[in-house]
Every structure is written in structure tokens, then in C-alpha cells.
């Protein structure tokens, strides 16, 4: 009876300590990989929006951009008309 009873306790020990590395594996292994895999993501899609952004308005034309209930068009400066650059004389 004595022996069934160190097998048992044996058991649950070596399970916890199987629990416990795949907890601490997660946390220093296997965290920091999938978080590092997903900023990366982040970062890619947000390069490719602006890429998008910037080649749509290359092409002059308007580009519009929507956050909430504000909606902004853009263009590149490329495309405007000289005449808008072109500033009154100031009197002095």
C-alpha cells in the first residue's frame, strides 16, 4: 500500500513538472516568437498601405482616406497646378 501511494505522489509530480517547463517554455520560448511573427505582420501591412496610398495618388488622382465619419482626399503636390504654388506680392 505504501508503494502504490509514492507511485501515485511520484506521478503527480513529474505531471506538474511537465506542466510547469511547458508553461515556462511557452512563456520565454514560444511568446516572444509568435508576438515578434506578429508585429512583423503589422508592420508589412502597414507598408503596403501606404504604398497603395502613395501609388493611387501618383496617378492624380484623389485618393480618399476615411476614419470614423472624417473623410480626407489626397493627391500628390505633382499633380496640382503651378498656379496654386504661385503667392501674391505682399505690399510692404
Given at each position: 500500500m505504501q508503494r502504490n501511494k509514492t507511485v501515485w505522489v511520484m506521478g503527480i509530480l513529474i505531471l506538474l513538472i511537465v506542466i510547469l517547463v511547458g508553461i515556462v517554455s511557452y512563456v520565454y520560448v514560444l511568446k516572444p516568437v509568435v508576438n515578434g511573427?506578429?508585429?512583423s505582420a503589422q508592420n508589412q501591412g502597414v507598408?503596403?498601405?501606404v504604398?497603395?496610398?502613395m501609388q493611387q495618388a501618383s496617378s492624380c488622382q484623389q485618393v480618399?482616406?476615411?476614419f470614423g465619419d472624417q473623410?480626407?482626399?489626397i493627391i500628390a503636390v505633382g499633380c496640382l497646378p503651378?498656379?496654386?504654388f504661385q503667392q501674391p506680392p505682399t505690399e510692404l
Amino acid at each position: 500500500m505504501q508503494r502504490n501511494k509514492t507511485v501515485w505522489v511520484m506521478g503527480i509530480l513529474i505531471l506538474l513538472i511537465v506542466i510547469l517547463v511547458g508553461i515556462v517554455s511557452y512563456v520565454y520560448v514560444l511568446k516572444p516568437v509568435v508576438n515578434g511573427y506578429t508585429i512583423s505582420a503589422q508592420n508589412q501591412g502597414v507598408e503596403f498601405a501606404v504604398v497603395s496610398i502613395m501609388q493611387q495618388a501618383s496617378s492624380c488622382q484623389q485618393v480618399p482616406l476615411t476614419f470614423g465619419d472624417q473623410t480626407m482626399n489626397i493627391i500628390a503636390v505633382g499633380c496640382l497646378p503651378p498656379e496654386l504654388f504661385q503667392q501674391p506680392p505682399t505690399e510692404l
